[in-house]
């Protein structure tokens, strides 16, 4: 997933790292892993600060809408980054040796992606 980062100044695999350990502190400090999130919650909010910047090209979404980037179109200019984020690490899930939900049912697969969208 960290190749997954491509080279820019702010939105690289040492933020994703960054606000994956400030996330972890928040959970645990509120104790929103005994109260509030199951181990599926837990995996999925971790899943998601790991990659809520993969593949970010170092743009802005309203720079890509208004030069009509191939990321805006795909995504019909609604969050083109964000939904890309989102959909290029399911993708790279699929590739061999890093699918980690690969134990999980088919019901916990569907929870999950919902919960880290």
Do not use: C, M
Not at 5 to 34: C, F, K, M, R
Not at 62 to 87: C, G, K, M, Q, W
């Amino acid at each position: 997933i960290e190749a997954g980062y491509v080279d820019n100044p702010y939105h690289s695999a040492t933020h994703a790292a960054d606000v994956l350990q400030t996330l972890h502190v928040i959970i645990h400090g509120a104790q929103l892993h005994v109260h509030y999130l199951d181990p599926l919650g837990l995996f999925a909010a971790y899943w998601a600060a790991i990659v809520h910047d993969y593949g970010h090209p170092g743009l802005t979404n309203d720079f890509l809408i208004a030069t009509s980037d191939p990321l805006a179109v795909r995504y019909n200019d609604r969050s083109p980054l964000e939904n890309h984020h989102s959909a290029a690490s399911f993708s790279a899930l699929r590739r061999p040796g890093l699918d980690v939900l690969a134990p999980l049912s088919t019901e916990q697969k569907g929870a999950f992606r919902k919960q880290a969208r």
